[in-house]
């Protein structure tokens, strides 16, 4: 039970690595005009911060997902490099 649960964690952290490094590509990618196809995607979450007084504590909550399509084939190989490995 232990190592399905180290499985899943690291392929967690593989899909998360694949994101953040896809999405590094994408934002470097922009300024090259054959690559530009790379940086289009698509921004979604909470644009302004909802925040919850509750006299004692002050909580603020958002979120902003920027989506790229590198950062999907970044996904989609940290997977197959997942299953690889």
Do not use: H
């Amino acid at each position: 039970m232990a190592t399905k649960e180290k499985g899943t964690l690291v392929l967690i952290i593989f899909i998360l690595c694949g994101l953040v490094i896809g999405g590094l590509i994408g934002q470097l990618a922009q300024g090259v005009s054959w690559l530009n196809w790379l940086s289009y995607g698509q921004t979604f979450g909470i644009p302004t911060p909802v925040t919850l007084d509750l006299g004692v504590v002050k909580l603020t909550f958002g979120i902003m997902f920027n989506i790229n399509i590198s950062s999907i084939v970044g996904i989609i190989l940290s997977i197959f490099i997942y299953r690889k490995f």
